[in-house]
Every structure is written in structure tokens, then in C-alpha cells.
């Protein structure tokens, strides 16, 4: 029996990078906000390193801005 761990991929069939598009966090899966911008669009799921400001938009000007 093999014990290799999956590497999850996007709807697009493109392998992720771990450390750079998501980590593993427990049995969760945590997307990074350099993965979210790339797949284009806010899934209105409440991702925790969301970019976007409004869900449901593929607008860049509606990108959060980080505040000091």
C-alpha cells in the first residue's frame, strides 16, 4: 500500500505548490492569497487570505489594502 500524499489541484488541472499556494493546516487545506489571485475571482466561501473586497467580483481595483 502506497503512502504517497496527494498534492490537491485546481478545477484548471494545474498542480498547486505547497508554501506557495496553500498549506496544510490539521486535515485542512488553506489556500494563500497568491493562489486566490490567480484562480481569478472570490468564491464568497470567506477564504481566510481572501484578496478581494467584494465577493463575487474579478475586479483587481477591489482588492483589499493592507492598512498599518
Same mark, same amino acid.
Given at each position: 500500500?502506497?503512502?504517497? =500524499? #496527494? $498534492?490537491? @489541484?485546481?478545477?484548471?488541472? #494545474?498542480? &498547486? %505548490?505547497?508554501? +506557495?499556494?496553500?498549506? #496544510?493546516?490539521?486535515?485542512? %487545506?488553506?489556500? $494563500?492569497?497568491?493562489?486566490? &489571485?490567480?484562480?481569478?475571482?472570490? /468564491? +464568497?466561501?470567506? /477564504?481566510?487570505?481572501?484578496?478581494?473586497?467584494?465577493?463575487? $467580483? =474579478?475586479? &483587481? #481595483? $477591489? &482588492? =483589499? @489594502?493592507? @492598512?498599518?
Amino acid at each position: 500500500m502506497s503512502t504517497t =500524499k #496527494s $498534492t490537491p @489541484t485546481t478545477d484548471f488541472n #494545474s498542480r &498547486l %505548490i505547497e508554501g +506557495e499556494d496553500y498549506y #496544510s493546516e490539521g486535515t485542512s %487545506i488553506v489556500f $494563500t492569497a497568491r493562489y486566490l &489571485l490567480r484562480r481569478g475571482h472570490c /468564491c +464568497e466561501t470567506g /477564504c481566510r487570505h481572501c484578496p478581494y473586497e467584494k465577493a463575487g $467580483t =474579478k475586479e &483587481l #481595483s $477591489t &482588492l =483589499k @489594502t493592507k @492598512t498599518k
